[in-house]
């Protein structure tokens, strides 16, 4: 793709990765791009059923687990992957694009916001809840419709290399995220792209994030430095 810069890897996996084998990966691609001997990586995939809880993850946050539950460094408390969700793993050099772990997650956030709304969902960022949400249909609201959350971001830094990084709901199974509460918030609906009548197929989804990733690498201090 043209608007891939050279210094990335863009790399779509065919088939569903297992998890602890698309981990194991991600970290040693991280590693060795700490080390200058790789270049940085936007990997996007889908995992099998799968319930991962971070480094904030509660117990108490397991109602009835239907598949594996994995613990993983990223931040964040439990949530699921499984098929219909897009995953993307994003390992940058942060010492080549500035040291600021926010500002990468404001501008992650930002950038899943963006390739939403060009494909018709209404995304936006809520006040002192990581994440992406969205409007939702629900008829229990005064208004008709209530804030759901569409997709979910957790990454951590090693060495200064982003690690992990967001997963967005296009067409999965909604009632697999029953067997959690997703990312700690009880009070909040999950919903996808399919539910609001948006496009769900991976390679619309991932056409739309490509041609947004130069507006993510030019803002909040990612343009490369060297």
């Known amino acids: 793709m043209d608007h891939i810069p050279d210094d990335i890897e863009w790399r779509i996996a065919p088939a569903p ?11 040693a691609r991280a590693a060795a791009v700490a080390e200058g001997t790789a270049r940085e990586l936007i990997w996007l995939l889908e995992h099998p059923p799968v319930y991962t809880g ?11 687990p239907q598949f594996p539950v994995i613990g993983t460094g990223r931040g964040g408390r439990y949530t699921y992957h499984g098929p219909g969700q897009r995953i993307g793993y994003v390992v940058l050099d942060l010492t080549q694009r500035g ?3 926010r500002q990468f997650v404001h501008a992650l956030e930002g950038w899943v916001i ?6 018709g969902i209404p995304a936006f960022r809520a006040p ?3 994440g992406i949400w969205t409007m939702a249909p629900d008829p229990l609201s005064a208004t008709g419709a209530s804030e759901a ?3 979910a971001i957790g990454v951590r830094v090693r060495r200064w290399v982003t690690l992990h990084g967001f997963s967005v709901n296009l067409a999965p199974d909604l009632s697999h995220f029953a067997g959690i509460v997703p ?10 792209a399919e539910a609001l ?7 619309t989804f991932d056409a739309a994030l490509a041609l947004r990733l130069a507006a993510f690498l030019e803002t909040h201090s990612l343009a490369r430095q060297n």
């Open 99 to 101: 040291r600021d772990v």
């Open 183 to 192: 990312c700690g918030l009880a009070d909040f609906a999950v919903t996808s």
């Open 114 to 119: 963006a390739t939403l709304r060009d494909l």
């Open 17 to 27: 990765v297992p998890y602890a084998e698309a981990i194991a990966e991600m970290e």
């Open 128 to 130: 002192g809840r990581i």
């Open 197 to 203: 009548g948006a496009p769900t197929d991976f390679a």
């Open 149 to 151: 959350k569409i997709g």
């Open 54 to 64: 971070g480094t904030s993850a509660d117990p108490a946050d397991l109602r009835d």
